[in-house]
């Protein structure tokens, strides 16, 4: 495989808060990441850096091969959807689209016209009086028609409706189809991403905790209910990453594949397996470390829909 | 349509597979592309791309360069067989498991069998297709 972006020993630390504790990994050619973790575990960070819109406190960052510092050869190559873009204060859309179609080489005026009718935005508002969701589409449709060699969304779907979300994924996947790229999503929406992306990269607390195809994410943990003395020993060794109970019921999830023998043993046991989604899975590990992380996270959504 | 614990590209194989063995999609006609399956499911192109592989491994599906994918021939059979293998393993085993845990044998379950599996006839309403033994199902003392 031949990655797009190289991170290596990539630290960041604001004054006492470490974002990003000397992670290393890759992102390879072509294809569409889930990048997860909850608020606050370095995700805008991370992003920010690999588009040289901050610095590191040290580490090394590779993008094409090359250092992405003012280095307008690579950075016309990358598009960047932040969630919370600004704008100038009379800018419209049309005026952001303008401004687009002239740094991205690769921008489809069509692709975005069509993005444009689908999302019903007001192309002469200016972005100041714009929705929470139509600002929000103007970052998509600026994502998707720069058909940019690597696209980074970080949770381009604040106040998006469900409907035009749908748009987006669907969007996504089809313009994919046609014209692969390297596609960094960052969603809190798991179960909406978890089959469109390819990989999953985890970040939680500065940390790169998980890193691997979603096929493989999917099956790593499973779930078992039953009497929890039965349970405790046919798990034997296992590693639990939660557990419930129930007076003697127990629901215990935990990692490591099973056999067909083991699995007919524990059925043949009275236990009742059950796999585990991506969602569960991934809060059930971003939760273990960080109980109180984050006591932010709720003044984040009540923005959601906020008219701005 | 898309469940959990089965492995993405597994489920998609799957589906083709159906649409196979149904004739839906007949002998040496064009399968669906890569791209119409992930557009349809919704899933990542590289996943419908590996489910259709897996069944081009298993000579359900094969190339024709610059057209696409078709049917083999006899693909059906292959596939009917390769599930009747599996039908104990898939259905058979879980339902035995769910009876035995109700109190219910194999002789009962056979039976139920028999008594779903016939036609909706007219028959006279009083009598009551209730299942054969109900009564050792009710092991809970106290």
Redesign the interface.
């Known amino acids: 495989m031949n990655p797009v972006i190289e991170v290596r020993n990539l630290t960041k630390r604001y004054k006492d808060t470490l974002a990003l504790d000397n992670v290393s990994f890759d992102i390879q050619k072509d294809t569409i990441y889930g990048f997860l973790g909850r608020n606050g575990a370095g995700k805008t960070t991370a992003m920010s850096i690999l588009t040289a819109q901050n610095l590191p406190t040290s580490g090394q960052v590779r993008v094409f091969g090359e250092n992405p510092y003012e280095n307008a050869r690579v950075l016309s190559r990358m598009c960047f959807v932040r969630e919370s873009q600004k704008y100038p204060d009379d800018a419209t859309p049309r005026h952001a689209f303008a401004s687009a179609r002239l740094f991205f080489p690769r921008w489809d005026q069509e692709l975005a016209d069509e993005l444009i009718d689908e999302f019903q935005l007001p192309l002469k508002r200016t972005i100041k009086k714009l929705s929470r969701g139509q600002l929000s589409a103007v970052g998509v449709i600026i994502g998707l028609a720069s058909r940019a060699e690597i696209t980074f969304f970080d949770e381009p779907y604040l106040g998006l409706d469900a409907v035009a979300r749908q748009i987006f994924y669907d969007r996504l996947l089809a313009d994919y189809a046609e014209h692969p790229r390297t596609v960094l999503l960052s969603s809190h929406l798991i179960d909406e991403v978890s089959n469109l992306i390819e990989r999953v990269l985890v970040i939680d607390a500065g940390r790169i905790i998980m890193d691997e195809s979603t096929d493989d994410a999917r099956e790593q943990a499973t779930n078992v209910v039953g009497d929890a003395a039965t349970i405790e020993r046919a798990l034997q060794g296992r590693e639990v990453i939660h557990r419930e109970s129930l007076g003697r019921v127990a629901s215990i999830t935990f990692l490591g594949r099973l056999d067909d023998a083991e699995r007919a043993a524990l059925t043949a046991a009275g236990l009742e397996l059950a796999p585990v989604s991506l969602q569960q899975l991934i809060v059930r590990r971003t939760q273990q470390r960080t109980p109180h992380h984050d006591a932010l996270a709720a003044s984040d959504v009540t923005q959601e829909g906020v008219s701005r | 349509m ?1 469940e ?6 597994v489920q998609i194989a799957e589906e083709v597979e159906d649409s196979i063995i149904d004739g839906s999609i007949a002998e040496e006609a064009q399968a669906p592309s ?2 119409e399956l ?2 349809f ?7 419908a791309a ?1 489910g259709v592989n897996m069944l081009v491994d298993k000579g359900v599906l094969y190339k024709r360069r610059g057209i696409g994918m078709f049917v083999s021939p006899g693909a059906r059979d292959l596939l009917l067989s390769e599930r009747r293998s599996l039908f104990a393993l898939r259905y058979v085993q879980p339902l035995l ?1 769910e009876a035995r ?1 109700i109190g219910l044998g194999p002789a009962d379950v056979a039976d139920l069998i028999r008594v779903s599996a016939e036609p909706t006839t007219p028959t006279t309403p009083t009598t009551p297709t209730t299942p054969p033994t109900l009564e050792p199902s009710d092991r809970r003392t106290s």
């Not at chain 2, 959990?4 to 590209?9: A, M, R, Y």
């Not at chain 2, 499911?41 to 996943?47: E, F």
């Open positions: 898309i959990e614990g089965k492995p993405l590209f890569t791209n992930a557009a499911y919704r899933i990542n192109p590289a996943t590996k498991a845990k």
